[in-house]
């Protein structure tokens, strides 16, 4: 079994204009998360607003041994687009206040962590594979974030 970090302390507050609602008694979907992420990041707060591609730090994909042969060929993709699970995030708020950004909006008009689905994505640059790790930059999430997937990126 994959060891994901548990969900830790989610950022409770709720600032002026802010608006919560009732989250669905259940779910609609499951899905498998294939690995988990390792950054340098285990605060929100210290957690950059969108990865740098180019110059951030080196973050590690740890996949699940169940998907190695997934990897066949991904040492030959420049560019990555990669899907993770904002675990952390809170989901019920549907009019967010940001704390640097102006005026409340509504959480679809926003590339905030919170969110009722809190699936992320971010393209990053392949540094290197090495068996089950693959090694990227561009990433802007906590560290042991679970990972959904892992497609190529072409554009």
């Not at 998907?67 to 990669?82: D, F, H, I, K």
């Not at 993770?84 to 206040?97: F, H, P, T």
């Not at 640059?125 to 959904?148: E, S």
């Amino acid at each position: 079994m994959l060891d994901i970090a548990p969900p830790g302390p989610i950022d409770d507050d709720i600032r002026p204009g802010e608006k919560t609602v009732a989250l669905p008694e259940g779910f609609d979907a499951g899905l498998y998360f294939i690995g988990r992420i390792r950054t340098p990041w285990t605060e929100r707060g210290s957690c950059p607003r969108r990865g740098d591609a180019e110059e951030g730090p080196v973050c590690t994909l740890e996949i699940d041994p169940r998907w190695a042969e997934a990897l066949v060929g991904v040492e030959e993709c420049p560019r990555l687009q990669v899907l993770y699970w904002m675990n952390r995030a809170r989901r019920d708020l549907v009019l967010q206040s940001p704390r640097h950004d102006g005026p409340t909006r509504g959480t679809f008009a926003l590339r905030s962590p919170v969110r009722p689905n809190p699936i992320a994505s971010s393209v990053v640059r392949l540094v290197g594979v090495d068996g089950l790790k693959v090694q990227v930059r561009g990433l802007d999430c906590l560290d042991g974030t679970p990972l959904v997937d892992l497609k190529v990126h072409h554009g």
